[in-house]
């Protein structure tokens, strides 16, 4: 199976990014899908090479004209029923299941 | 011809070529139809070597411009593909069905070579589902979706378009629009049209990108050409209630409406806004497409100055680098507007950049200083440093120090497949290091310092990728390894950017039992808003001096600058901003307010619980976020902290995880 590389993009990369990374390695891992998961800041993310992007409502909008990949909006950071049911269709696709 | 008579002194080729935005080639073809007309119209083209060519005549100049203006496009011997381009014009112009004899009398030819253009055309139609009929005594018509029709048609005169050329007319407003739109369209429509977008993109502050504003100006016009032959489109599959873009496509309806005259309608209005819409989508089409990079020449040119001048330095090539160009460009595209704008992209990895790659730091500061001579202003360290990050990237992929890329081969079949294979490997891929081979069970003892294996078999293993190949290692298949080398390169770039470094912090991890303690804890706390809510979180940590007070205003133009993004969930709020100097330690504290507090955050609002969280640069606050992460994912966690009245009992209840 195809490893997944995913990134989760806040301001500065460390603090809410971070948490987001961690909630999105818990659904991950609960799925079985194998993925890599960064942070990143707002400013370096799009040149980051990545299968998909989490980020918060108010970065979607600065972020989507940047990127090509998929970039899922996540509203509540810490709802692993929200980051499942945004990303695990998109992830299908990519893994092509 | 028009403007060899103005020019009455000698011209070259090559001007010619470049006034009119083609080549000398077209140019020296037209000048022998140029000598034919002249024949015939009393005046001569004389060619003087070296200098070029210009127009005698007997007769007066104004005379000849007179003749000049009679003649049509037609007058000339079109090609094949001009002929079906022309016949399938007339057919949608005219939206009625066209006979033969009527075709014929249009396109200049006999009614044969229209039967033989016809059968081509038919075939340019399928090809889009649109169909061709006949009917008896009438003659031709284009049936099909109205949509598809005007797609043709927008194609049709895209087709000949000179985008650079034209982007400099819409761009640069002085110049002459160019002869075949004018024609197309006339002078005074394009204009009129152009104006109306110019408006519309000043007063919504809505900029597209220069094809794309092309784009939609074509897209008018030809919308305007149909609705005056009465054709209706239908509505657009998605339709776009409530944008801004169809705001702006009902103020571009009346205006059109002012203007011309013609009515268009909703459906009209829905199809503008998905083009502006769509306008937004072809920003981006257009900065990866190689086809589209008219619109961003000037940036090209900077970023292989960048490369040019870092490859002398460190004498590797760079300028295949697909990678390398493509993320530096998408990099400097927008950065070129903040240097305009004398705006500054903060770089939260500065000094770390600085610290642990000062060669690049220093090379990336020298191969902008063309471009700041052209803009005349001076590039900040921040930007620096993010140029210098792409051109550390770059330098790891091809210098293959550094991030070293490695992996494993797998072979079932025998140590003898396997070492060939390693050596196949070692020669075709240099910068790739082959650590060992060896069997499927074995592969544990590596898995920890391997990027991916590469076997002769088709198989999984668990979390690596296996790239399976032939033991011969065909093209496609080295391709793939390198795919795989540079993903993860790429990859361990952002990992070591973000990794502990062990001086800073000795490797330590920190927990949360670490950072959060009965200090930085406080309940029912008072705040007006937003902003004081962050200031009485922050103040807990200044008292503590594991931050400057500068960092709280930091959190709060954080905030500022890209939304309440850190209200990370429903009622808590995760204030922090970058790691800086303002920054002594890693540290949190939180607070729960007394009367919850708005941050405009349309899902988590209102906010009851801050948290403000100050980090060091690297990683080794990881943990103590994880615990975080842990009690705050559980919502009764979050409510029990809302109304907790007991400082203890919150702070056990925190530290629990």
Same mark, same amino acid.
């Given at each position: 199976m195809k490893k997944i590389k995913i990134l989760a993009v806040c301001g500065f990369g460390v603090g809410s990014s971070m948490?987001?990374?961690?909630?999105?390695?818990?659904?991950?891992?609960?799925?079985?899908?194998? @993925?890599?998961?960064?942070? @990143?800041?707002?400013?370096? @993310? $799009? $040149?980051?090479?990545?299968?998909?992007?989490?980020? $918060?409502?108010?970065?979607?909008?600065?972020?989507?004209?940047?990127?090509?990949?998929?970039?899922?909006?996540?509203?509540?950071?810490?709802?692993?029923?929200?980051?499942?049911?945004?990303?695990?269709?998109?992830?299908?696709?990519?893994?092509?299941? | 011809m028009l403007f060899l008579l103005k020019e009455r002194t000698s011209v070259s080729t090559k001007k010619i070529a470049d006034v009119f935005g083609v080549s000398s080639r077209t140019i020296r073809y037209d000048l022998d139809l140029v000598e034919e007309w002249c024949a015939k119209n009393q005046a001569t083209l004389v060619r003087s070597p070296g200098k070029g060519v210009r127009l005698e005549s007997t007769v007066q100049r104004i005379q000849l411009e007179k003749q000049l203006r009679n003649l049509s496009p037609l007058d000339r011997i079109l090609?094949?593909?001009?002929?079906v381009r022309l016949i399938l014009q007339e057919l949608i112009a005219s939206g009625k069905p066209m006979t033969l004899d009527h075709l014929s009398q249009r396109i200049q030819c006999s009614r044969n070579t229209v039967i033989k253009m016809m059968k081509i055309v038919r075939v340019r139609l399928e090809e889009r589902?649109?169909?061709?009929?006949?009917?008896?005594?009438?003659?031709?018509?284009?049936?099909?979706?109205?949509?598809?029709?005007?797609?043709?048609?927008?194609?049709?005169?895209?087709?000949?378009?000179?985008?650079?050329?034209?982007?400099?007319?819409?761009?640069?407003? %002085?110049?002459?629009?160019?002869?075949?739109?004018?024609?197309?369209?006339?002078?005074?429509?394009?204009?009129?049209?152009?104006?109306?977008?110019?408006?519309?993109?000043?007063?919504?502050?809505?900029?597209?990108?220069?094809?794309?504003?092309?784009?939609?100006?074509?897209?008018?016009?030809?919308?305007?050409?149909?609705? =005056?032959?009465?054709?209706?489109?239908?509505?657009? %599959?998605?339709?776009?209630?409530?944008?801004?873009?169809?705001?702006?496509?009902?103020?571009?309806?009346?205006?059109?409406?002012?203007?011309?005259?013609?009515?268009?309608?909703?459906?009209? =209005?829905?199809?503008?806004?998905?083009?502006?819409?769509?306008?937004?989508?072809?920003?981006r089409i257009d900065e990866l497409s190689e086809n589209a990079v008219q619109t961003q020449d000037e940036t090209k040119v900077w970023v292989e100055e960048i490369i040019r001048y870092f490859e002398e330095e460190t004498g590797l090539q760079l300028m295949d680098d697909q990678q390398l160009q493509h993320s530096l460009t998408l990099h400097m595209k927008t950065a070129m507007n903040r240097f305009r704008r004398g705006r500054v992209a903060k770089n939260p990895y500065l000094l770390e950049i600085k610290n642990k790659y000062p060669f690049m730091f220093q090379m990336a500061k020298q191969s902008v200083q063309g471009l700041e001579k052209h803009l005349e202003r001076t590039?900040?360290?921040?930007?620096?440093?993010?140029?210098a990050l792409h051109l550390r990237a770059a330098y790891e992929r091809n210098a293959g120090r550094g991030t070293k890329i490695t992996a494993l081969v797998i072979c079932a079949s025998g140590i003898a497949t396997s070492e060939f294979l390693k050596m196949r490997l070692e020669s075709l891929l240099p910068e790739l290091t082959v650590i060992d081979t060896c069997s499927v069970q074995d592969y544990e003892i590596y898995k920890d310092r391997i990027h991916f294996v590469i076997s002769t078999l088709d198989y999984e293993l668990p979390g690596v990728d296996v790239i399976h190949v032939s033991p011969f290692l065909e093209n496609a298949e080295l391709m793939k390894i390198r795919e795989h080398m540079i993903q993860a390169a790429k990859f361990r770039q952002i990992s070591d950017m973000t990794a502990p470094s062990k001086s800073e912090n000795g490797g330590k991890e920190i927990m949360l039992k670490d950072v959060l303690?009965?200090?930085?804890?406080?309940? %029912?706390?008072?705040?007006?808003?937003?902003?004081?809510?962050?200031?009485?979180?922050?103040?807990?940590?200044?008292?503590?001096?594991?931050?400057?007070?500068?960092?709280?205003?930091?959190?709060?133009?954080?905030?500022?600058?890209?939304?309440?993004?850190?209200?990370?969930?429903?009622?808590?709020?995760?204030?922090?901003?970058?790691?800086?100097?303002?920054?002594?330690?890693?540290?949190?504290?939180?607070?729960?307010?007394?009367?919850?507090?708005?941050?405009?955050?349309?899902?988590?609002?209102?906010?009851?619980?801050v948290f403000a969280f100050a980090a060091e640069t690297g990683t080794s606050h990881m943990k103590a976020l994880q615990d975080l992460a842990k009690f705050l994912s559980k919502p009764e966690n979050v409510t029990?902290?809302?109304?907790?009245?007991?400082k203890d009992l919150a702070l056990n209840k925190l530290l629990e995880y």
């Open positions: 948490l987001l990374k961690m909630n999105v390695d818990d659904v991950m891992q609960a799925q079985g899908i194998r @993925a890599e998961v960064e942070t @990143a800041d707002i400013m370096t @993310a $799009s $040149s980051v090479n990545a299968d998909l992007i989490f980020t $918060s409502k108010e970065l979607y909008g600065q972020l989507k004209d940047k990127v090509t990949i998929p970039l899922i909006e996540i509203l509540n950071f810490m709802d692993h029923k929200e980051i499942e049911e945004k990303c695990m269709p998109i992830i299908r696709e990519i893994l092509g299941q | 090609t094949e593909e001009e002929r589902n649109l169909e061709l009929r006949i009917a008896t005594g009438k003659g031709y018509q284009i049936f099909g979706n109205e949509s598809v029709i005007r797609r043709l048609l927008f194609d049709l005169y895209a087709e000949r378009v000179d985008w650079r050329k034209l982007a400099e007319f819409f761009t640069k407003k %002085n110049q002459q629009i160019p002869s075949y739109l004018a024609q197309w369209f006339g002078d005074d429509e394009i204009d009129q049209v152009f104006s109306i977008l110019m408006e519309a993109e000043e007063i919504f502050s809505h900029p597209m990108a220069d094809v794309a504003f092309i784009n939609l100006t074509i897209h008018i016009l030809v919308a305007m050409e149909r609705i =005056r032959i009465g054709a209706e489109i239908e509505l657009p %599959n998605t339709q776009v209630s409530d944008t801004p873009e169809l705001k702006i496509a009902d103020w571009i309806e009346k205006k059109i409406l002012a203007n011309f005259g013609l009515e268009m309608g909703p459906n009209e =209005r829905e199809t503008i806004a998905m083009h502006l819409l769509g306008a937004k989508m072809f920003r590039i900040g360290e921040d930007e620096i440093g993010y140029i303690h009965a200090d930085v804890v406080r309940l %029912n706390v008072e705040a007006n808003d937003w902003e004081a809510a962050i200031r009485e979180a922050g103040i807990l940590l200044v008292a503590q001096k594991s931050i400057e007070p500068a960092y709280i205003d930091n959190m709060i133009t954080a905030i500022h600058d890209l939304g309440p993004y850190i209200v990370i969930m429903p009622h808590v709020a995760f204030a922090h901003a970058r790691p800086d100097e303002t920054v002594n330690e890693s540290c949190m504290s939180v607070i729960t307010l007394k009367e919850p507090v708005e941050f405009g955050s349309e899902a988590n609002d209102p906010v009851s619980i029990f902290l809302m109304e907790c009245e007991d």
